[in-house]
């Protein structure tokens, strides 16, 4: 049983900084695309960042200078470096990937268990 197991998170003061990881576990081929999604209260959930197996990224505008996406292939584990963190960054952060569990499989969509992030002002 594929699962996406997050850690790191918490309260923070504005300003501060927290580090969050995401561990892949359970058996699979391959690992594709991870990301980090967020929910804040009353809003949809929004990609944050992406990272590609090839190590190329991607954020949203938001979190752009602000927030670092990496990951450790060999560990199957993304991480989510946020620094200079805001009030409006408050929300329920979401470990997601995409993962092959055999090599005739097709990808499979996985999200992790979720952990709320506050940023107090």
């Known amino acids: 049983q594929v699962q996406l197991v997050e850690s790191g998170g918490g309260l923070v003061q504005a300003g501060g900084s927290l580090r969050r990881s995401c561990a892949a576990s359970?058996?699979?081929?391959?690992?594709?695309?991870m990301a980090w999604y967020r929910q804040a209260p009353g809003k949809q959930r929004d990609l944050v960042a992406v990272?590609?197996?090839?190590?190329?990224?991607n954020y949203a505008d938001s979190v752009k200078g602000r927030f670092t996406i990496s990951r450790d292939n060999a560990k199957n584990t993304m991480y989510l470096q946020m620094d200079s963190l805001k009030p409006e960054d408050t929300a329920v952060y979401y470990c997601n990937a995409e993962i092959q569990r055999t090599a005739w499989d097709i990808r499979r969509e996985y999200w992790g268990q979720g952990t709320q992030v506050t940023v107090s002002s």
């Open positions: 990272i590609e197996s090839g190590g190329s990224t």
């Open positions: 359970g058996g699979f081929n391959r690992i594709f695309a």
